[in-house]
């Protein structure tokens, strides 16, 4: 930093405002980086609950049992159906009015409830999308080898299916990670929050330039992960 | 003593009838093809067989035990017995398909082993070596670690056949099962089929392929519009066939393959 600014004095005129401007967008990054640990686990934690409610509800949608697959499917049609911002905010402010009981204090569990019930009716969509893209005429084989449902399911189809779900999956938690915004509206200290803390009370919208290259980066890092993951497992193919 | 004999099947699609009071019976050790036109009912009657198709009507025995007993008009299977029991009569027959069906995240050696494993129950040192077996049988014994999409069409139809085979099934059904390959790779396909008749399996095959009817099967089954139309020995039906349909198809077909 010293060093930099040393070399300020040697700059043409216009690099000054520049550079006292880099100097203090490094300045805002601890508290930055502070609140991109809430956007992280948030959008880590909704991810994977949904995951595992979303297999549930994937495979109860494929159910050939109406009890079952109809009531998955109004769960699918009513999470995609309303906007994430008003199931955040029913979750939040009319759920303890209606049921007292359920008066979630925490902003960060509330959060991930609603983000947890949202998700998990996309990658049910995914997950079903996926599964039923198996052809139907390995599951005769199978069937023609003596095998039950489960067994099919297991042994079969899921094998080969997960791999197809990485893809639209990574894109789905690139999604969440960037919707995770829309909790600063319920004031929990996300990245979006906190920026917007920053903007306001130093009176410079310069805060955006970092926050934005945060959320770029985290980006970058998990789609390079996520496709790293599809190559490995696409072996066979 | 019949390894299976079925009585006045029905089955339709909505409202399109495929098949008409089909009756057919296969003895042991028999090789019946099917031949005839196409949406004559071949396949569905085949898959009735075994299941992969649900008649609405009639009755089926295999290894001359009653599994599908159907009136007309209720579709009721009036034949009550334990799944698992049904599940082990079905394990009689073996299915060869027109598309192979292969399980394309496994390797040659673990598609002919995991219906053994985890159906028949079978040790995993036991299946792989009737695995290793099957595949010299059928010629592959070089491509026991490959994946289906790295072999060839006929190569992945022997694989399919010695995968069915592996269940020791009482009776293979092949379901068109060169239709789907390239004219070059038909023969050895048909290669391994035939030698699989000299050994004495029973087999139905329904096929296009006139010549190996000719020349492997004990009877030949003419089929169209949903119903056996004639059937006789293969010196007989291709000689002096007596309906006109089946003349017709014959000339149509024969003039095709030259």
Same mark, same amino acid.
């Given at each position: 930093m010293e060093a930099l600014l040393s070399l300020a004095g040697r *700059? =043409?005129?216009?690099a000054g405002p520049l550079l006292e401007n880099l100097k203090r967008m490094i300045g805002w990054m601890p508290s930055l980086l502070k609140a991109t640990q809430t956007t992280l686990l948030l959008s880590v934690l909704s991810v994977l609950t949904a995951l595992v409610l979303a297999v549930f509800l994937a495979l109860g949608k494929i159910s050939k049992r109406k009890i079952i697959s109809k009531p998955c499917a109004a769960y699918v049609f009513f999470f995609r159906g309303t906007p994430l911002l008003m199931q955040l905010f029913f979750i939040y402010y009319t759920l303890p009015m209606l @049921? =007292?009981? *359920?008066? @979630?204090?925490?902003r960060f569990v509330a959060a991930w409830i609603a983000f947890a019930l949202n998700v998990a009716a996309y990658l049910a969509e995914i997950i079903r999308a996926a599964i039923q893209s198996i052809d139907k005429g390995q599951l005769e084989a199978a069937k023609a080898l003596g095998m039950t449902q489960w067994q099919t399911m297991r042994l079969i189809v899921i094998p080969q299916a997960y791999r197809r779900m990485i893809p639209p999956i990574c894109n789905e938690f690139v999604m969440v990670l960037k919707d995770t915004s829309l909790v600063s509206i319920i004031a929990l200290t996300d990245l979006t929050y906190q920026t917007k803390m920053i903007a306001s009370n130093k009176a410079s919208a310069m805060v955006y330039i970092p926050a934005m290259f945060i959320y770029l980066v985290i980006t970058a890092v998990f789609t390079f992960i996520f496709n790293k993951l599809e190559k490995k497992l696409s072996v066979y193919e | 003593m019949s390894m299976i004999r079925t009585e006045n099947l029905c089955k339709s699609f909505h409202s399109l &009838?495929? /098949? %008409? #009071?089909v009756s057919l019976t296969v003895e042991p050790g028999e090789v019946v093809c099917i031949v005839g036109p196409s949406g004559a009912g071949k396949s569905t009657y085949l898959r009735s067989l075994n299941g992969l198709e649900t008649i609405n009507s009639g009755k089926i025995w295999i290894d001359d035990v009653l599994i599908e007993d159907r009136d007309k008009g209720s579709h009721v299977n009036k034949v009550k017995m334990p799944k698992q029991q049904r599940l082990a009569i079905l394990l009689e027959l073996g299915m060869v398909f027109q598309r192979f069906n292969l399980f394309p995240h496994l390797t040659a050696l673990q598609n002919i082993m995991i219906a053994q494993t985890k159906?028949? %129950?079978?040790?995993e040192a036991e299946a792989r070596e009737k695995a290793e077996s099957l595949l010299r049988r059928v010629g592959l014994s070089d491509k026991i670690n490959e994946y289906p999409s790295k072999l060839s069409g006929g190569q992945q139809q022997r694989l399919a056949i010695a995968r069915a085979l592996a269940m020791d099934p009482k009776v293979m059904l092949f379901d &068109?099962?060169?239709?789907? /390959? #390239?004219p070059e790779l038909v023969g050895e396909v048909l290669n391994v089929m035939k030698k699989l008749a000299e050994d004495g399996m029973t087999m139905i095959v329904v096929t296009h392929e006139m010549a190996f009817a000719a020349d492997a099967a004990d009877r030949v089954v003419f089929m169209a519009d949903g119903v056996i139309v004639e059937q006789s020995p293969p010196s007989e039906f291709f000689?002096?066939? %007596?309906n006109d349909r089946l003349r017709d198809f014959l000339r149509r077909t024969l003039r095709k393959e030259e």
């Open positions: *700059l =043409p005129e216009w @049921i =007292p009981a *359920l008066n @979630i204090k925490s | &009838e495929v /098949l %008409k #009071d159906v028949r %129950k079978r040790g &068109e099962p060169t239709s789907a /390959l #390239d000689t002096n066939p %007596k």
